[in-house]
């Protein structure tokens, strides 16, 4: 366990380093900026048809689909972080110091899982904790489905790093962070047509009745913020699929780096 947190220390050091993450504070920055600007308006007035709204009353919707977004942004940041964080140790040579120690390799690759998670979770709990308490403070919506939306965040970038992490040993990185974005992308709108009942055929009826309900667990929990809106699909089944698809991303990993050749160069 004590060289398991040591690992998981020197990879969150590792990607802490890394360029990429400079520009992660700069958007994070300006995503909380836009957030503020978004909820400040929750005292306003809206007309739509000649009736006067406030703004508290549409906030819920407005809520849910801009919480939805940062939390699919950061679901994003997850994967590409992950893209090369386990393949750069295997580049230079370190992983093989590390391995030569009493370490497995299955707790090497989760403790890399977990520095590159690190960030895209603490990123995560910046920007929506901060648009959860600013659509509470400014709205009045309640911090209930924030938590649970929070939490399905969680799901979604662990299955999404620990499969960007997998797929990075066989595929280069410009190519895995593409697929990141479009598989993140390719999911959310599948499961934004089935929630709207409208089910998608094809690959993206596939992508929304199997892979990871990225979207769907996320909209099914803010749900609560939008009393009058009409979702398909079963809460319970969407928290099994998510649970499931993080363990089986986790249990991916680990099969496939147990079958890496050490010493053999990266795609």
Do not use: K, Y
Not at 48 to 68: C, D, I, K, M, Y
Not at 137 to 160: D, E, H, K, M, S
Not at 183 to 198: D, E, I
């Amino acid at each position: 366990m004590r060289s398991f947190r040591l690992l998981a220390a020197e990879a969150l050091r590792d990607a802490v380093r890394r360029r990429v993450v400079a520009a992660i504070a700069v958007v994070s920055v300006l995503s909380l900026l836009a957030i503020d600007g978004c909820t400040s308006c929750a005292s306003a007035t809206l007309v739509v048809n000649g009736e006067p709204r406030h703004v508290p009353q549409v906030a819920g919707a407005t809520g849910l689909v801009a919480f939805s977004v940062l939390a699919l942004w950061c679901i994003v940041l997850a994967g590409v972080l992950a893209a090369e964080h386990l393949v750069q140790p295997l580049d230079d040579g370190s992983a093989t110091l590390s391995l030569a120690r009493p370490v497995g390799r299955g707790s090497f690759a989760f403790a890399r899982l977990a520095g590159a998670l690190s960030i895209a979770l603490a990123t995560g709990a910046v920007l929506l904790g901060a648009s959860a308490v600013l659509l509470h403070g400014r709205a009045g919506l309640p911090g209930g489905p924030a938590v649970a939306g929070a939490a399905a965040f969680a799901l979604g970038a662990v299955t999404t790093a620990a499969l960007s992490m997998t797929l990075s040993l066989w595929i280069g990185r410009i190519a895995n962070v593409l697929l990141v974005f479009a598989g993140v992308g390719a999911t959310a709108l599948a499961n934004a047509l089935s929630l709207a009942g409208h089910g998608p055929g094809g690959a993206l009826g596939l992508l929304d009745r199997f892979g990871p309900p990225l979207a769907s667990s996320l909209a099914m929990a803010l749900a609560a913020w939008v009393p009058d809106l009409e979702l398909h699909g079963e809460p319970a089944i969407l928290v099994f699929r998510g649970v499931l698809w993080a363990g089986v991303s986790l249990v991916a990993l680990f099969v496939a780096f147990a079958r890496v050749e050490i010493g053999q160069p990266a795609p």
